[in-house]
């Protein structure tokens, strides 16, 4: 996005009649009595538990939303109001640079054209969920005018089903591609068949960031030790942010009765339960992303391309981005997008790139998130997904009847068989553009295995139980891209429920929060091998010898108390920040290095406890805390150079245990990282979950009124 600071720096020094000019059409408030006045036609209340967790009540399913949206703007307006911006594709108006390079990728995607054509014929009860949830946002900024961004108001339903026309295909690496594609990392692994190639962040605030992962898990009646149907809901995701984890429960009258947790800006509950059915969600990510080389007729001012042996015209599309430079000035740049038959292009210094992703212009994915949380049974849930709106991300289910299940959800493109897919594709061949996906019953699909236990921890769709009853890989074909690695958390499952025949509630919880890492792991098997090669020549003095007999001693455990840990997750740190392909790439000699002279600079001494430096943090509170990158306890952590502190940032965050009795009866509890206050730092809730979090407790999730009311600390409603 150089060109636009570029821009932005010849305008100061030329036009600086410009400020006066942004300063005179800065946009102001519209009124806002409208929005508080819309407000009225909505009946909820809202009732807020000891923990802080809204518990909303509405007549009807708008009315419930109407208040998830409100309680959430009360503990993270902020992140949703970025969101919101982010999805218009005008987060830059309020962060400037930076912010620019997602404006473009909203525009890429063609994200408003999609809104745009198709909202209206979305199903009417869908339009009002989030119609609702947008009216819940503007009577919140209305109450809060001094918290309002001038281009935020109003937010419309259209913002909402924006929001998932954007974010979904995020997760399964859309972006990734898109910024390895920018700089020329893609062309370069394609050209030169690296085996490593770096991750490109392609959001506003976002840092290259290590993989993360999700687990979710289901046991059977017949598999546990009193009968009960058992889920864990345990998505990895960063503690802050656009895609932090946030709890509540909605009750409608006539409707919605779920719990779980959703993301800032979603109206429903994403992974949770209701009375009868729970999910969880992990990430995929399949082959979902075709990228193309185009034959152009110039390539520094491309018109045409070629198709078929015939030139054809670029459609183009302009991308409005206005970008904060200081103050109220704002510059306003109109960038051209290149359409073909493939879809956008891409001008680079290496050529010019068309791009197809699954999910291109999909409007529907809010629509199949509100079936699937009023699914009551499992032929209902199931057939949510046959909406095919939903781009990937797997779901491990479990009902009151005692089924459960693993779906490998994904849009599959159908794509012609005998190419090799993989890699960037000639673009002058239209065989190879396809527009169909295969429907679900496609998809690889475990339900209700003889092990009565089906698991996933971003690992191969077939490897999703134990023995009979996984899908067959010889039934998919290679075109379609499908993942066949392994996790370390992936192995722990398999050896911790292996050896239990009968697994009872306090089994699941120790094996959820288990701290190992499996010896057949990646990284470990590298590990040993160091190890048993001994240290290198040049490393063979102290304090390097002392440190590898340390490190020599360590039982692969990440528990806050281990004394060699923290010395074996600073060494694996960076072989773990890109999972394999970094595995490959680095050499753990200079990283064992690196560690012991760290731990020695900060800490004097690499023998310290691992919690010692793996720190659980928010606002003044630190806590030391198990676990690390890959264990089923998984914290992800920032290295502090300064103090030789991993900071954690990402992987376990909302927690969650759903349990159906031999009755079919539900209950759950579950845990955040800090609490329900997201970004008020004067409330009990900010960091009240904190210890739990740490101590591997839980709370109740309370599913009765008047439990709530026993244990409440506030209660109110928004619209009166």
Excluded at 319 to 347: D, T, W
Excluded at 372 to 392: G, K, R, T, V, Y
Aim: aromatic share 10%.
């Amino acid at each position: 996005m150089g060109f636009l600071k570029r821009c932005c720096l010849a305008v100061i020094i030329t036009l600086p009649v410009a400020y006066f000019v942004a300063w005179m059409t800065y946009p102001s408030l519209p009124d806002l009595l409208p929005f508080q006045t819309a407000a009225k036609k909505y009946d909820v209340e809202i009732l807020r538990d000891e923990y802080g967790v809204p518990h909303i009540y509405g007549k009807n399913d708008t009315d419930t939303v109407f208040g998830l949206a409100y309680a959430h703007a009360e503990d993270d307006f902020a992140t949703i109001q970025d969101v919101i911006l982010a999805t218009r594709g005008n987060i830059a108006a309020e962060k400037g640079f930076d912010a620019a390079k997602t404006d473009f990728l909203i525009n890429f995607m063609g994200v408003s054209e999609a809104i745009t054509a198709k909202y209206s014929s979305l199903p009417e009860d869908t339009r009002q969920i989030a119609e609702a949830y947008a009216d819940g946002l503007n009577l919140y900024a209305a109450k809060h005018p001094d918290v309002i961004s001038p281009w935020l108001l109003p937010v419309k339903g259209q913002d909402i089903i924006a929001g998932f026309t954007f974010k979904t295909p995020l997760f399964y690496g859309f972006d990734q591609v898109m910024g390895e594609l920018f700089s020329g990392e893609l062309v370069k692994e394609h050209r030169e068949q690296m085996s490593n190639s770096g991750q490109t962040a392609f959001l506003w605030g976002q840092e290259d960031a290590l993989p993360t992962g999700s687990q979710g898990i289901a046991v059977a009646p017949h598999r546990s030790d009193d009968g009960h149907t058992r889920l864990l809901v345990n998505s990895h995701q960063p503690l802050t942010g656009p895609v932090a984890w946030y709890e509540a429960r909605l009750k409608s009258e006539n409707g919605l009765d779920i719990a779980g947790s959703t993301f800032p800006g979603a109206p429903l509950i994403i992974h949770g339960h209701n009375q009868n059915v729970g999910w969880s969600n992990t990430v995929n990510k399949p082959d979902l992303v075709d990228v193309y080389e185009l034959a152009v007729d110039d390539l520094e001012n491309p018109t045409k391309y070629l198709l078929d042996g015939e030139w054809l015209d670029f459609d183009i599309r302009t991308a409005p981005i206005v970008v904060k430079v200081f103050g109220h000035f704002r510059l306003s740049v109109n960038k051209e997008i290149l359409i073909s038959k493939h879809g956008p292009a891409l001008q680079t210094d290496d050529g010019v790139f068309a791009v197809r992703w699954a999910g291109m212009g999909e409007v529907r994915t809010l629509d199949f998130l509100y079936r699937i949380n009023q699914a009551e049974n499992l032929d209902e849930f199931i057939s949510a997904f046959d909406i095919m709106a939903m781009p990937s991300i797997n779901y491990v289910y479990a009902d009151s009847k005692g089924n459960i299940g693993h779906l490998y959800n994904a849009m599959m493109p159908k794509r012609e068989v005998t190419t090799d897919w993989q890699g960037i594709l000639p673009g002058d061949d239209s065989t190879l553009i396809w527009s169909d996906y295969w429907p679900v019953s496609k998809i690889p699909h475990t339900q209700n295995p003889p092990s009565g236990m089906v698991y996933n921890a971003n690992n191969s769709p077939f490897n999703a139980s134990e023995g009979d009853g996984e899908p067959d890989i010889k039934n998919f074909p290679a075109s379609m891209g499908l993942e066949m690695q392994w996790t370390n958390r992936a192995r722990r499952i398999e050896e911790l429920f292996k050896s239990d025949p009968s697994i009872s509630a306090q089994d699941f919880h120790q094996y959820k929060f288990d701290t190992r890492y499996s010896e057949h792991s990646d990284v470990i098997v590298k590990l040993k091998q160091f190890l048993e090669q001994g240290l290198p020549e040049g490393l063979q003095q102290e304090p390097y010898i002392s440190a590898f007999d340390h490190l020599q001693q360590w039982n692969l455990d990440t528990d806050k108390n281990n004394r060699q840990a923290a010395l074996a997750i600073l060494t694996l740190q960076e072989s773990l920040k890109y999972g394999k392909k970094g595995n490959e790439a680095v050499n753990i000699a200079t990283e064992f290095v690196k560690a012991v002279d760290l731990l020695l600079e900060t800490h004097a001494t690499v023998d310290i406890p691992y919690g010692q430096i793996n720190r659980h943090v928010r606002g003044n509170k630190s806590l030391p805390i198990s676990g690390g990158p890959d264990v089923l306890r998984a914290v992800y952590g920032d290295l502090q150079e300064d103090s030789g502190i991993l900071k954690n940032r990402a992987g376990d965050s909302y927690v969650m245990f759903v349990e159906w009795d031999e009755h079919g009866k539900v209950n759950s509890s579950s845990v955040h990282n800090f609490g329900s206050a997201t970004l008020d730092q004067a409330s009990a809730h900010y960091d009240d979950q904190m210890e739990l979090f740490t101590d591997h407790d839980l709370k109740p999730v309370r599913l009765s009124k008047a439990d709530i009311e026993n244990h409440l600390s506030r209660r109110y409603r928004p619209q009166d």
